[in-house]
């Protein structure tokens, strides 16, 4: 067993320094798993994003529209009062709407799983961090 203070205090700022050095290394490798994950999140997220706009901009647009054009083909097709030809086509309208950010959501979540790898990896990064900062906490 060293004795020596001196000897004691340099082994103990060495352990320090080397241990300083894995966690920036492992926040570095942290850092750039979650570049790549974020980089095929977007890849994979763009025709999501860009379904659910194109869904949110027909309803918003030319929904109302049509659904009025459809409402009066049935009030004078099958003689039904006004009333009940609006509440089917507005029926019809939010299925299809619903429809339509139903497959956005799936889109979007399914594009979000490769943050996964992130997430867990940084999970287990940090418990290592625990375990090496105080190995009697298991």
Not at 8 to 31: H, I, K, P, S, T
Not at 45 to 59: E, L, Q
Not at 105 to 119: F, H, N, P, T
Request: aromatic letters at 8%; hydrophobic letters at 50%.
């Amino acid at each position: 067993m060293n004795t020596d203070p001196e000897n004691a205090y340099e082994g103990m700022r060495r352990n320090v320094l080397v241990f300083a050095q894995d966690a920036l290394r492992l926040a570095d490798l942290q850092g750039q798993l979650l570049k790549h994950d974020l980089a095929e999140f977007w890849q994979r997220s763009r025709f999501g994003i860009v379904f659910c706009a194109a869904g949110a901009a027909f309803i918003l647009g030319a929904v109302p529209v049509l659904l009025l054009g459809l409402s009066e083909f049935l009030q004078t097709t099958f003689e039904l009062r006004y009333d009940v030809s609006r509440a089917i086509v507005g029926g019809i309208g939010l299925l299809l709407g619903g429809v339509m950010l139903l497959i956005s959501v799936r889109l979007l979540a399914k594009a979000g799983s490769s943050l996964q790898r992130s997430q867990t990896e940084l999970r287990e990064n940090i418990i290592w961090l625990r375990k090496v900062l105080n190995p009697d906490d298991e």
